[in-house]
């Protein structure tokens, strides 16, 4: 796994919203219909020092769309709740997965039907890294 610290936010780069909704296509690159622009790291990167960006490998998440070679945006200062997508060390391994707590027992899934959930028990060496706020991925 690849780990990508962010930089500083002192280099803006902002790029067109659109106002209409897409649902196929592209709306006129008219001036009209631009709403506003937005900087991709005020969207993603809230906290500059505490977000980094990983690669992803393995099909364990493509029910929620993460996909192999996505980079995944983590934050370490959100809150980890029941049902966030989490990255994860367990047993010295890092993963990507849905933090659940059912009966005071935390359980790890996947999104994919071919992976089981991990239980976490005492025994196991494990520590949530930070939410996944995000998720990019480069078509063609």
């Not at 790890?108 to 991925?137: A, C, H, Q």
């Amino acid at each position: 796994m690849q780990i990508y610290k962010t930089t500083n936010k002192s280099k803006k780069v902002f790029v067109p919203l659109y106002s209409s909704l897409v649902k196929a296509g592209f709306p006129s690159p008219a001036d009209d219909y631009i709403n506003k622009k937005i900087d991709l790291n005020d969207y993603f990167i809230s906290k500059p020092n505490s977000t980094f960006i990983v690669q992803v490998s393995g099909d364990s998440m493509i029910g929620v769309g993460i996909m192999p070679n996505d980079h995944l945006i983590i934050d370490r200062s959100k809150t980890v709740k029941d049902n966030s997508v989490v990255l994860a060390i367990v047993d010295s391994e890092f993963c990507v997965k849905r933090y659940r707590t059912i009966n005071n027992t935390i359980y790890l899934y996947s999104e994919n039907k071919n992976y089981r959930p991990i239980k976490i028990s005492g025994e196991m060496d494990f520590e949530v890294w930070g939410v996944v706020v995000g998720v990019t991925r480069k078509l063609g």
